[in-house]
Nanobody
Framework: QVQLVESGGGSVQAGGSLRLSCTAS??????????MSWFRQAPGKEREGVAA????????FYASSVKGRFTISLDNAKRTVYLQMDSLKPEDTAMYYC?????????????????????WGQGTQVTVSS
């Protein structure tokens, strides 16, 4: 069982930066590695994948809406995945969720779809004002 706890959300003006953290407890990597990812959900919208990290080889994947502005990274020793968000826009406002799969591969992690993920954090709010 993997438990995920997010932190680092808050309010920021457009153009600013935030860094989200997600620490995994009771975590052991599977033989195939895992996808560790960030999703977000704005009011009235579906949850969408933002960024993914494949623990097998360190590959990273991004939604087109955040590519070049967001960076996902993993500190294995701390069992923590980060999402560095720069050049934030009001449309980035949402609840952000950390998630992990029970299985991973490059082609699997590339998809960043809700149905793939077995483990979820409770979410952290990000609000970007114009």
């Amino acid at each position: 069982q993997v438990q995920l706890v997010e932190s680092g959300g808050g309010s920021v003006q457009a153009g600013g930066s935030l860094r989200l953290s997600c620490t995994a407890s009771e975590y052991t990597d599977s033989d195939s590695g895992r996808c560790m990812s960030w999703f977000r959900q704005a009011p009235g919208k579906e949850r969408e994948g933002v960024a993914a990290f494949y623990t097998g080889d360190g590959s990273t994947f991004y939604a087109s809406s955040v590519k070049g502005r967001f960076t996902i990274s993993l500190d294995n020793a701390k069992r923590t995945v980060y999402l560095q968000m720069d050049s934030l826009k009001p449309e980035d406002t949402a609840m952000y969720y950390c998630a992990a799969t029970g299985y991973g591969s490059v082609s699997y992690c590339r998809l960043i779809e809700v149905y793939q993920y077995n483990y979820w954090g409770q979410g952290t709010q990000v609000t970007v004002s114009s």
